[in-house]
């Protein structure tokens, strides 16, 4: 081995390890620095992950990985103040399941020894400094006092990238276009968890929360079941935290004394506490991608999904990360690392689903800016289920009358047409 | 299940606190701070008010990075621990 790597991968997450297993795989000499103790340790997500793509890249990954539980139940929960309205999707029996729960300490572990495995070097507890430059162009990195040259770097470091940002390629993260997550592990017997959400043996349950769970700001709520815990938590809007004077703890310990959680979370006991942010800018805030020496994947390149259905992050950042890997895998072929080669890494994207995804819900992010969805609509689809299932011993109403009642004083009806609208354009 | 304080909640975590710091704050700055969102976005509490002066603790900090973007006078300067140091999740 001559002392300059081929890749130097900053960041032992999806994104990075994506990258790392396929150069490793091509024979490419690779070395991957990540700053927590073991790769995984800095790690929080929902989490679901959703989606092909691992397979893709690791078609053993479901039996030798640590995932936590297939998802075969999606459910959609709008919450008053106190009460709840579920749409409950099951896939039943059938083979077809769009995902697994996982938790990033263990799974990300996990991916960093398949990397090794393939040859590639993962070097934890080193974090990278500095970008190194030789004539103008990214050279490698400088991290725990040394230089390390590699012919091409792969800023994988997450939605903090100090390091694009010093090559100018950073993201610019504001509380507009950022998500606060704050989350709990809650320990449950695995048996307790299978009765309670009517999972039988490996399948799982991923629960979608609109409404008071933010005290209807912009955000939601989170519930997802892993072997033998709970993953529960909130995702808010910085902006909206520091407007209304809220902070990401209360919410959760709101969320999860609302009526229909704690029966979800009773008799559990909380093991960690944890806070992540994610970009929620969607295409917009997608920075330039590349430069001589230089690519930027996943969070650190703000490839994240947020449609307010789910927020799909993981298949994102392990796709560019692939995309990453062709595209220096050729540039080492032409032995030719400068932008122009590079630039192969933007059209592999846009031909993926990443870029073609964060086009179709480019309207996405203006869409979910709108207070009413966290606020009036999960208050008034509660209300409305009340009424409706209410027997009183008077004459009944038509649900539509009942609606046109509930909605006075709240939201109009060319409102509701109006946002109506727009979520056709956006969701 | 109880509401736990923060101070309870982040004794379950790991931590490797590093001596030297990695926030720095410049709490000049902050004198002049009106409406202080460092306050509500650190999901750890580092930042408390005692006795109308700002203080910043770091040893808990779950390096989430809020408060990076949250503070918009340039006060902080703010890095991820070195390497190996700082919180070390379990779970994630
Ligand atoms: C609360 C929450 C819920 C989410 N839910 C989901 C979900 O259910 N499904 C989904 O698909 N996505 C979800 N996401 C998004 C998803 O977690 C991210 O998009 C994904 O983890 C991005 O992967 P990444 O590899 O780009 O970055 P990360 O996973 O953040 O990895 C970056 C790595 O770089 C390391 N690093 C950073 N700086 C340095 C440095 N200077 N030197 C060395 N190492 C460094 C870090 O320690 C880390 O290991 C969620 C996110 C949050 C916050
Ligand atoms: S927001 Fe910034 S300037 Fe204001 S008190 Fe907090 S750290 Fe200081
Ligand atoms: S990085 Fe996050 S946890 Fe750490 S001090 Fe800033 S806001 Fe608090």
Redesign the pocket.
Known sequence: MDDVFDAIVVGAGPAGCAAAYRLAKEGLQVLVVERGKFAGSKNVTGGVLYGPVMNELIPSFSAEAPVERRIMHHVITLLSEKSSLSIDYNAGDSEKHNGFSVLRSRFDRWFARKVEEAGGIVATGLRADDLLWQDGRVAGIVAGGDNIAGRVVIAADGVNSLLAEKAGLGVKLSPDNVNQGVKEIIKLPPETIEERFNLSGESGTAIHFLGFCTQGVHGGGFLYTNRESLSLGVVVQLKTLVEHNLKGVDLLEGFKSHPTVRELVKGGTTVEYSAHLVPAGGLSMVPRLYTDGLLVVGDAAALVLATGRALEGINFALESGMAAAETVKRAKGKNDFTKQTLSVYEQLLAQSFVLQDLKTFQKSAQFLENARLYGVYPELACRLAERIFEVDGKPKKKAWQIMREEMKGKVSIWQMIRDAISAKGAT | MSPMTIAERLALNKYDVDAEPHIH?KLE??QK?D?????YICPAEC?KLREGK?SFAYEGCLECGS?RI??D?G??EWSYPRGGFGVSFEYG
Not at chain 2, 35 to 39: A, K, T
Request: aromatic share 6%; net charge positive; proline share 6%.
């Open positions: 704050l700055v902050c701070c409406r202080s969102p460092c306050l930042f700002l408060c949250a503070c006078k006060a902080i």
